[in-house]
């Protein structure tokens, strides 16, 4: 059985950082694409970041371009989201997903592609 359990996030102050870590057991995800997304309340789910397969491509949102920053371990099956500069709109649960398909950053933005999911971890950022 797959399970996907993210740690981390918290509280913080407008302009410090957090980081936040997903680890998938069950399989192995060394060949499909994962995402982080988030969901602030009265807000659509939203991607910020994913990364290929191998790590060798990423893509952000423009809300978290050069402040963000995603990674992974396929050794560990983890991977992790480091966010620095945070500001109080960055608020939100933050999602760890995996991709459906083996080697496809197709539609990486849409959470339709992605098969397996986190339960959340709330990244809180005060003024």
């Known amino acids: 059985q797959v399970q996907v359990v993210e740690s981390g996030g918290g509280l913080v102050q407008a302009g410090g950082s957090l980081s936040t870590s997903c680890a998938a057991s069950?399989?192995?995800?060394?060949?499909?694409?994962m995402g982080w997304f988030r969901q602030a309340p009265g807000k659509e789910r939203e991607c910020v970041a994913f990364?290929?397969?191998?790590?060798?491509?990423?893509y952000y949102s423009d809300s978290v371009k050069g402040r963000f920053t995603i990674s992974r371990d396929n050794a560990k099956n983890t991977v992790h989201l480091q966010m620095n500069n945070l500001k109080p709109e960055d608020t939100a649960i933050y999602y760890c997903?995996?991709?459906?398909?083996?080697?496809?950053?197709?539609?990486?933005?849409?959470?339709?592609?992605?098969?397996?999911w986190g339960q959340g971890t709330q990244v809180t950022v005060s003024s």
């Open positions: 990364i290929s397969w191998y790590g060798f491509t990423t």
């Open positions: 069950g399989r192995t995800f060394s060949n499909y694409g």
């Open positions: 997903a995996i991709k459906g398909a083996p080697y496809s950053s197709v539609s990486y933005g849409s959470y339709t592609s992605y098969d397996y």
